[in-house]
DNA sequence: TTATATTTGACCTTAATTGTCAAGTTAAAT
DNA sequence: ATTTAACTTGACAATTAAGGTCAAATATAA
């Protein structure tokens, strides 16, 4: 499947990739390399304004990125409830609820 | 479709149903009735716990409220990104893809 | 009108998030 | 084996967001 590494992975291998430092990378965003390093390690999670900035940094698709990101963060959101995955699905549905609507005023 | 009304709507028409007053439903809850009134309107969020005692004092069933509630923190999440659609499907896999894993051990 | 129910908004408290810092590990290179 | 640089860890501080009170303002109904 796709979409099985998360953000802090496909950070860390980019970075890494491109050869730069936490402290570089860190540097460019303004923050302590400790957290970069709990960001990279899904210890911590980013601001959606640091995420952007790293797909800048790291050249990878802001759009991509972005999504890994808000889905992890939909998923902490329902972290231990048993019924999240149902939960998930009715938001969804709402969600097309309100994209029906909105396509008709 | 189903699941059109919001938390709220469904608290206050059951509320008035069994004819109580928000000051009657707040005090079991212990807060004041200005934040069951802004519940209700679905100008606050609730916690689970007080979902959870509002399943029960107005007799609704406890899944269904708490599924309606947690759909509406997870759309909360994600209010004005644009990417939100995709970040739910994303979410959605990650989930099946984890229960997966889950049902491996 | 007068009484009761609900709503509104200013403000306070508590909890979660985001961050720093310094000390502790790890790993590579002599 | 020792040094050096990169990274990690955990205690704690600052900031932001969530959850709450209270009193005054509006409805609603008798």
């Known amino acids: ?15 890494e990739e491109k050869g730069l430092l936490l402290r570089h ?6 923050i302590d390399t400790a957290i970069l390093s709990k960001i990279e390690r899904s210890e ?39 019924l999240g995955s149902k939960a998930l699905k009715v938001a969804e549905q709402k969600m097309k609820y309100i994209n029906n609507q909105k396509s008709q005023d």
């Open 1 to 15: 499947m796709k979409n099985n590494k998360s953000t802090g992975e496909i950070l860390r291998e980019k970075r």
């Open 25 to 30: 990378v860190s540097a460019e965003l303004d």
């Open 44 to 82: 911590r999670k980013a601001t959606k304004e640091q995420i952007l900035k790293l797909a800048e940094i790291l050249d990878l698709d802001k759009d991509n990125l972005l999504v890994q990101y808000l889905s992890e963060r939909i998923l902490y959101e329902i972290r231990d409830e048993e």
